[in-house]
């Protein structure tokens, strides 16, 4: 098993000035903050002269969350399962030893035969190696057990009065840590030991400087009470530590090993948005740089902004196009509409393009795009750009920990930003870190593709909450950490009846609220986006888009209008629509010039290479079909390849009887609850065939689900949709509609602050119901 090392944690050279061989639970794992922080200080890269050496009782995996975990010191070596397995910070193994304890095991099956008959023991169920533990009742451990386990050439431990570990003759955490010392060149006279059970009793037989920490089983202290090299703190875990470290010279006891870096000055945002894009436009008129606000009215944007419309002190930390990283004449924070909401700053983050072009149009789009929508033919993975995704999420969390007031709420937003949480948590541990997916999450095995999985988990792993669009998602969230790190689901709820449970390719029954991994608590909830059905109705009611929409249906005439609309993307699936399309007119040709396709394609970004030859593909599908089908007063496919102003699209929406959204993965698809809105607002039924594997399909109840894949599958769903009665129409629409104007996009982002309030702040500090 190999595990990435986290890019910002850099190897450190021997010699040292001093080793600390130190136990984690309780001991490394414990203690407070301010301790904690200087123990990660004094381990970090910045300080050659120290090294690190883990000793635990546990095995590797469980080990792994520690060590994507940045408020934890990255250990040089790791000595585990009681001493049974060691090695190196990458998990390879140190020299010979391992084969070395290896040979003197004989082996967990021989050891569960041999003891198969003594009452009170109960194998513990966690990953190991080279060892057998047991939960041991009172009384069993007997003489008669202990020459059982001799017989075997192996030793017995006890701990706590009820962990017991049998492990190869000789092995143990004192031997290892010598055994180690001898192998890599360690200086004995410069290791100090720490723990805090009788499991560490050994590791202060070996003669070594140590520390037993403030807290510890007292029949380990009363066992090295009389050694003179050990010294018993008073403080807890890092507290205990540090006072360990000074009183055996490792340190000065009135001064810090290195300078820690200064704690970012809180700020005065108490709520910080954390997004790839400003809340504006910006466009440079005659050389001067104008802020307008989005030219799209819908969209998360808009939604976003009014949690600041009520005076509430924010920030909002975004980047923006610079010559370099440090412009001249550079305003980090501006206002971002004084009359609407005055107490809200866009803190702007200087990127040069080539920033944007690698960071976001090539690793993005190029490595994490793919695996997120299950396409990991598609996915380049290249090293250089990854660090340079590092280096703008660190960017990013910088100028958050300057932005936020204590304690405040951050709210991060897409994968574009994964790592942020792992570098703001050092920085600002008070801070209340919230997650959200605007993407679908993938299944487990296709995330752990990804070279730098662990990372992104250990990353997310240190938000308090971290929200997805619907529980399939959180699943599979849930199931990645699974294969990162021992899980222990802390609660769940059923998914009906706001969600589709069976029949659907992304339904489960219920869903996981929240999970203790790596020592930590997350949060975790499904969430999906809402449109703003008001805004909708607003223009539908407006005089210009009806008259567009009646334009559209003259245009149609007699024949039914069928929408689509998505970006060009391979995950759209447009070209297989396009191809159902065609197997319709061909199996079905009474609806030749009976039903027109409205196929509205919006380019993708500039830049994106990967999409052209996408687009080419399309132009012959559409010509061909064209080509086959038109006729003197009827063309089967009107395709747009541009961007349409929100409002035709609205038109658009009204004025066609059915909506195809058959992506053949997509995170949610507004587009499909935006043309519910639209019938609604417009008093009109209409039939909305949807991919079983958009996320909004298991929250429409009433969509008419398809299989993108099966192409028969397609175009049935498109005869049924062409042929259905108006009464079920109607009743389809219907229930649609009123879960659309439900949880519309403004309680989409109340509903998600609740969930972060209530996965946050103590009871007693909640909002009271009205």
């Not at 801070?431 to 990372?455: K, M, Q």
């Not at 380019?603 to 079909?625: F, H, N, Q, T």
Request: hydrophobic share 45%; aromatic share 8%; net charge negative.
């Amino acid at each position: 098993m190999t595990a990435a090392v986290p890019p910002h944690r850099a190897t450190r050279p021997q010699p040292h000035k001093f080793v600390l061989a130190t136990d984690l639970d309780g001991t490394l794992l414990a203690g407070s903050l301010a301790a904690r922080r200087r123990v990660r200080s004094l381990f970090s890269a910045a300080n050659e002269g120290a090294c690190l050496v883990f000793v635990t009782g546990r095995a590797i995996e469980s080990i792994l969350p520690l060590l994507s975990d940045p408020t934890i010191p990255a250990p040089d070596y790791i000595i585990a399962d009681v001493g049974a397995t060691i090695v190196d910070r990458e998990l390879r193994p140190v020299g010979s030893l391992q084969q070395e304890i290896a040979a003197r095991w004989p082996g967990s099956q021989a050891v569960l035969r041999a003891l198969a008959g003594f009452p009170g023991l109960t194998r513990q169920s966690v990953p190991q190696e080279r060892r057998c533990s047991f939960l041991a009742g009172e009384g069993a451990v007997t003489p008669a057990l202990r020459t059982a386990v001799d017989a075997l050439g192996c030793d017995l431990l006890l701990s706590a009065g009820c962990y017991l570990d049998v492990l190869p003759r000789g092995v143990g955490k004192g031997a290892a840590v010598l055994a180690l010392a001898q192998a890599v060149g360690l200086d004995p006279a410069s290791i100090v030991v720490a723990g805090d059970t009788l499991n560490d009793l050994s590791m202060f037989e070996t003669g070594l400087h140590g520390v037993v920490v403030g807290g510890a089983e007292p029949a380990l202290v009363e066992s090295v009470r009389k050694r003179p090299l050990v010294h018993i703190a008073a403080g807890p875990g890092c507290d205990g530590i540090l006072e360990g470290l000074a009183q055996h010279g490792a340190l000065r006891p009135d001064a810090t090993p290195i300078k820690p870096r200064a704690a970012a000055t809180p700020g005065q945002a108490d709520l910080v948005m954390v997004y790839h894009r400003l809340p504006y436009d910006e466009v440079v008129e005659e050389g001067v740089l104008q802020r307008r606000r989005p030219r799209s009215p819908n969209g998360i944007i808009p939604t976003l902004l009014r949690f600041f419309a009520d005076d509430r002190p924010g920030s909002w930390v975004a980047w923006t196009e610079q010559p370099s990283r440090t412009p001249d004449d550079f305003e980090a924070r501006v206002a971002v509409d004084p009359e609407r909401y005055p107490q809200l700053q866009a803190a702007r983050i200087a990127l040069t393009r080539e920033d944007i072009d690698i960071f976001y149009k090539k690793f993005s789009k190029e490595a994490f795009w793919p695996i997120i929508f299950s396409f990991p033919d598609k996915a380049v993975f290249r090293q250089d750009h990854w660090e340079r995704y590092l280096e703008v999420n660190r960017l990013f969390a910088q100028q958050v920990a300057r932005e936020a007031a204590e304690g405040a709420v951050v709210w991060v937003h897409d994968y574009n930003l994964w790592m942020v949480p792992a570098f703001l948590r050092p920085l600002r541990p008070d801070l209340r870190i919230a997650f959200f997916h605007h993407t679908a999450f993938p299944s487990s095995d296709v995330f752990n593709i990804v070279p730098w999985r662990r990372d992104i988990v250990g990353s997310l792993l240190q938000c308090d909450y971290v929200g997805f669009h619907i529980p399939r998602y959180v699943e599979n969230f849930v199931d990645a950490v699974r294969s990162f790190a021992p899980v222990e689901v802390l609660g769940s709820a059923p998914c009906a009846p706001r969600f589709l449970t069976y029949g659907c390719a992304l339904g489960v029954d219920t869903v996981t609220t929240a999970i203790e991994a790596g020592g930590r608590r997350v949060g975790l909830g499904a969430h999906p986006v809402g449109t703003d059905v008001a805004l909708i109705e607003k223009l539908v009611s407006n005089e210009a888009v009806q008259v567009q929409a009646a334009d559209l249906r003259d245009y149609l005439g007699e024949a039914t209008g069928i929408v689509s609309i998505e970006r060009l993307d391979y995950v759209k699936g447009t070209l297989e629509k396009l191809q159902a399309f065609e197997r319709l007119l061909e199996r079905h040709p009474e609806h030749i010039g009976k039903a027109t396709l409205l196929n509205i394609v919006t380019p993708a970004a500039p830049g994106m290479e990967i999409y052209e030859s996408l687009r080419v593909e399309v132009d012959r599908a559409v010509g061909r079909i064209n080509g086959r089908f038109s006729t003197l007063d009827w063309v089967p496919v009107r395709y747009f390849y541009r961007s349409l102003p929100f409002e035709e699209v609205v038109a658009h929406y009204a004025a066609c009887d059915i909506a195809w959204i058959t992506p053949l993965r997509d995170g949610l698809n507004l587009v499909a609850k935006e043309f519910v809105a639209a019938k609604r607002a417009s008093s009109t039924n209409g039939v909305l065939i949807l991919s079983e594997f958009a996320g909004a399909a298991v929250e429409l109840h009433g969509a008419l689900l398809t299989n993108p894949y099966d192409a028969n599958a397609m175009t049935a769903a498109l005869h049924q949709a062409l042929t259905m009665g108006e009464d079920e129409r109607a009743y389809r629409t219907a229930r649609m509609a009123m879960i659309a104007a439900e949880h519309d996009v403004a309680r989409w982002g109340a509903d998600f602050l609740e969930a972060v309030d209530a996965a946050t702040l103590p009871p007693a500090a909640l909002p009271k119901a009205a």
